[in-house]
């Protein structure tokens, strides 16, 4: 996707797509899914992707990243507070990538491992004990979703998931890298969640954007900001401390 100017009515359409989630999920059933709110907050993850340097200032720059780290900080902060785990999944490319565009011409070169361009932004607050998944390591692999990576050992990101019985996943990021994530997210049967308020260049205008995050709710995944977030936990907490304190 080349990159491009956000267009003044993207916002609007993003506020619009909640409403459509919430139509799109009314009629469909998902048993196979958790109920949120009967869960504890311990059985959740947040998985930042791609939020590297190469794709706010440099190589790739997708219109607008800048402006979601303070939002993404928000949902880093809040899940450190509760203990819960946080993943950050990277391009980690070897020099000799071949790595393609969706379009399928050649992509610049970005990410390469080691360099400025693949670390994490500054501005990004990355608490002390998130995990760091790597995709995109040898030069023929694509690497967009984060469940094609992997953390030393090595753990597939699914794996590292399953381990700690991590059943609501909250996807936030940059690029089609999102899109990726969350639709393989919903096929390993995560409930998965895009964090509408914390993402940028999932597709380039808003009637693509549209379609895109409508392909992401059949699959199964909700749409959800800062605010939902912190209530589904507030509420999983106090029903976990409800439930201790029965005889």
Known sequence: MSPREEKPGLESARARLRDLTARLLAGRGRQTLPDPTSQTAADRALLVVDVQNDFVTGALPVPGAARIVPVLNRYLQLFADGDLPIYLARDWH?????????????????????????????????PVGSIVISKGTVPDEQGYSAFSGQHPGPVSLRQSLESRRVRTVYVAGLGPGVQATVLDGCQLGFDT?????????????????????????RAGARIEELGDVEREIATANEAATDASSLP
Do not use: K, N, Q
Not at 100 to 119: D, K
Not at 195 to 215: E, K, M, N, P
């Open 94 to 126: 070897p020099p000799d990538s071949r790595h393609r565009t969706g379009s399928g011409g050649p992509s610049p070169v970005h990410c390469v491992r080691g360099t400025l361009g693949a670390a994490f932004p500054a501005e990004l607050h990355v």
């Open 193 to 217: 969640v895009l964090l509408i308020d914390a993402v940028r260049g999932i597709d380039g205008t808003s009637a693509r954007l549209r379609r895109a995050i409508d392909g992401m709710c």
